[in-house]
């Protein structure tokens, strides 16, 4: 699967961004999702995950409440909803696929196999 990550750009601090994450080239419902982020001179971070059937998500502790994944399987895309941005919200956000019959989940980068070009978000204060 081949994934497409975008709608960065440049926001306001307590602005909102959506970053649809598109696959093309695989059968989408058999691949669960995550978002993660670099930030300058940083490591690479996860950020959010969803199971194929969108049944279950889970967050960072530096994201919960603020963001929201979601995907809609008959678009064959996936979304990464950020609201109430901060300035440490700086990153180029990755979206990642991992192919599984059964729904899935997980927060480590190992676990991926898939991985989109990345997308830059920069948060003003």
């Known amino acids: 699967v081949q994934l497409q990550a975008s709608g960065g750009g440049l926001v306001q601090a307590g602005g909102s961004l959506r970053l649809p994450c598109a696959a093309s080239g695989g059968t989408f419902r058999n691949y669960a999702v995550g978002w993660f982020r670099r930030a300058p001179e940083k490591e690479r971070e996860f950020v959010a995950a969803?199971?194929?059937?969108?049944?279950?998500?889970v967050y960072a502790d530096s994201v919960k409440g603020r963001f929201t994944i979601s995907r809609d399987n008959t678009k064959n895309t996936a979304y990464l909803q950020m609201n109430n941005l901060k300035p440490e919200d700086t990153a180029v956000y990755y979206c990642?696929?991992?192919?599984?019959?059964?729904?899935?989940?997980?927060?480590?980068?190992?676990?991926?196999?898939?991985w989109g070009q990345g997308t830059l978000v920069t948060v003003s204060s």
């Open positions: 969803i199971t194929q059937s969108g049944g279950s998500t």
């Open positions: 990642a696929a991992r192919w599984q019959l059964y729904d899935t989940i997980g927060d480590r980068q190992m676990q991926y196999n898939y």
